[in-house]
T-cell receptor, first 113, second 116 residues
């Protein structure tokens, strides 16, 4: 069966520090991969998605970037965190079939001090 | 304009009763898909049910059913026989047409509280 791993679960970082969040998927090949951010009590905002290795589409211009160095690995990064980067970050994967759902990791709670 | 509208910020339901969570959507595509997710306080997103725009019958998954009214562009989630464990945030989401990457657009969510 397919599983998605996302870490760390929580992270506290100072303003101006770098960021790297990692997400890996097991049990499937060539998945679509997604990064979302969720502000407290709000809906999900799509940040990046990828349909293949090295292919990244950005939905919202911002302080963050994403990379997909391997088929089932998706990384969210920042060179210098801002206070506004605080939030709950979720990674998700899906198969190519557009009638199938996205499946989410457990998320990372990021607090910027 | 909002693509997905969930007009109920919060809902209460008595245990063992049924509850309907509203979702309306806006699209000009003929082919699209609607998804419902549950998010408990722990944060993970759990897929509940899916309805395709060409599906003639309303989707059902156990205690979850989707009241799909295409002409009204609504896709309400019905939870029957509510349980305390159903207390969570619920999100409606839409995948439009042949959208590259199968992207989803999410509504703002509805918080459901089940009372004993």
């Amino acid at each position: 069966s397919q599983t998605i791993h996302q870490w760390p679960a929580t992270l506290v970082q100072p303003v101006g520090s770098p960021l790297s969040l990692e997400c890996t998927v097991e049990g499937t090949s060539n998945p679509n991969l997604y990064w979302y951010r969720q502000a407290a009590g709000r809906g999900l905002q799509l940040l990046f998605y990828s349909v293949g290795i090295g292919q990244i589409s950005s939905e919202v211009p911002q302080n963050l970037s994403a990379s997909r160095p391997q088929d089932r690995q998706f990384i969210l990064s920042s060179k210098k965190l801002l206070l506004s980067d605080s939030g709950f970050y979720l990674c998700a994967w899906s198969v190519r079939d557009r009638n199938q759902p996205q499946h989410f990791g457990d998320g990372t709670r990021l607090s910027i001090l | 304009a909002q693509k997905i509208t969930q007009t109920q910020p919060g809902m209460f339901v008595q245990e063992k009763e049924a509850v309907t969570l509203d979702c309306t959507y806006d699209t000009s595509d003929q082919s699209y898909g609607l998804f419902w997710y549950k998010q408990p306080s722990s944060g993970e997103m759990i897929f509940l049910i899916y309805q395709g725009s060409y599906d003639e019958q309303n989707a059902t998954e156990g205690r979850y059913s989707l009241n799909f009214q295409k002409a009204r562009k609504s896709a309400n989630l019905v939870i029957s026989a509510s349980q305390l464990g159903d207390s969570a945030m619920y999100f409606c989401a839409m995948r439009e047409g042949m959208e590259y990457g199968n992207k989803l657009v999410f509504g703002a969510g509805t918080i459901l509280r089940v009372k004993s």
